[in-house]
């Protein structure tokens, strides 16, 4: 069975460009997620999918950041436009069932985004 | 709101030596924690976790980490190291937040260097 797999891998863009980080999690995975970890600091939540639906998206840093998932399948994160700030590695997560903490999460390997 | 500290941020043993990782979280109820690994160029791996029960849990690659409630702990062991465990380690605990919402809070991770 594939696992999480995230695209690009790497990728490193002038700031003020757009850059779309795409996921796509274990399939019949309802629950989705993006974290994102900026260079020397911890891993941090950005947002949480149930199916296509926006379950929870405090932890987005600001309205430059634009999450979706289409028809509850993979996801894209945008970052529009991208600011040197927004440089690290964006994880993505999937897990099976609704109450999370029941279900193990199954992590991408992330991609390293660099905005020079 | 909970937080996770991981007060050593580069750790290097020798082959073979035991190895023990700190991990101390604030929580105000019953933690869930857990302890990821990632190798280079992988993504984040779940070696164990703890959601109530035994406080000794073992996890994948003879590790285990000990739950002490006392001292708001989470240190994972192994008594023997391997050169493949070179990698980042992070510990991290889940959490409800504004009802039904779930998430991840990581610490900054410890970096484990193997010395042959």
């Known amino acids: 069975e594939a696992g999480v797999t995230q695209f690009p891998s790497h990728s490193v863009i002038e700031k003020g460009q757009t850059v779309t980080l795409r996921c796509d999690p274990i399939s019949g995975h309802d629950n989705l997620y993006w974290y994102r970890r900026v260079m020397g600091k911890e891993i941090k939540f950005l947002l949480h999918f149930v199916k296509e639906s926006k379950q929870d998206e405090s932890g987005m840093p600001n309205n430059r950041f634009l999450a979706e998932r289409t028809g509850g399948t993979y996801s894209t994160l945008k970052v529009q436009p991208a600011e040197l700030e927004d440089s690290g590695v964006y994880f993505c997560a999937s897990s099976q069932y609704r109450y999370y903490m029941d279900t193990e999460a199954f992590f991408g390997q992330g991609t390293r985004l660099t905005v020079v | 709101a909970q937080s996770v500290t991981q007060p050593d941020i580069h750790i290097t043993v020798s082959e073979g030596a035991s190895l023990e990782l700190r991990c101390n979280y604030s929580y105000g109820a019953t933690p869930y924690l857990f302890w990821y690994v990632q190798s280079p160029g992988q993504g984040l791996q779940l070696l164990l976790k703890?959601?109530?029960?035994?406080?000794l849990v073992q996890g994948i690659k003879g590790f285990e980490a000990e739950f002490k409630r006392s001292q708001s702990s989470f240190n994972l062991r192994k008594p023997s190291v391997h050169w493949s465990d070179a990698a980042e380690y992070f510990c991290?605990?889940?959490?409800?937040?504004?009802?039904?919402?779930?998430?991840?809070?990581f610490g900054k991770g410890t970096l484990l260097t193997v010395n042959p």
């Open positions: 703890y959601f109530s029960g035994d406080t």
């Open positions: 991290a605990v889940g959490a409800y937040s504004g009802g039904s919402n779930y998430k991840l809070t």
